[in-house]
């Protein structure tokens, strides 16, 4: 009996009203489509070892104009660090003010917000070397 292993998945919260948000969903699809694109050449591909370039593993891209979940935020802050706390929400000074402030009015989240929850890792704003290496790094075997 085959496991098949579930994709990693990168979310980005989006509001295509913003054209930071839509520069990043833009490099997200062209990340997707050629780790997509490496995956299917690599199945016909010589497998011997010293042609066995790493290379990103193909990944779902999740994209939602929602805010996220407290736990969904929790983690993001985690990722980004306690610093950027009132980079990613606005007005915010800690990560239980955070929690208020985003249940109070979702528009405080500032978007775009790109996460690997795979490899613990945001991006906030449209950074393009920083989502790149993201989209480049390798996760580590699980």
Known sequence: ??????????????????SASARVYTLLKQGS???QEAATEDQAADHSPQNQAVKREPFE???TEAAPTQDQLRSILEYV????ISDLVEGATSVSDAVKKLAANEGAFKRPVTV?????RAVI????????????????PQ
């Open 33 to 35: 489509a050629h780790a």
């Open 1 to 18: 009996m085959f496991r098949t292993k579930s994709l990693d998945v990168i979310t980005l919260f989006h509001k295509p009203s913003i």
């Open 81 to 84: 660090g306690e610093h950027k």
């Open 125 to 140: 704003g449209d950074d393009t070397s920083a989502i790149q290496k993201l989209l480049r790094e390798v996760p580590a």
């Open 116 to 120: 690997d929850w795979n490899q613990g």
């Open 61 to 63: 891209l999740d994209v």
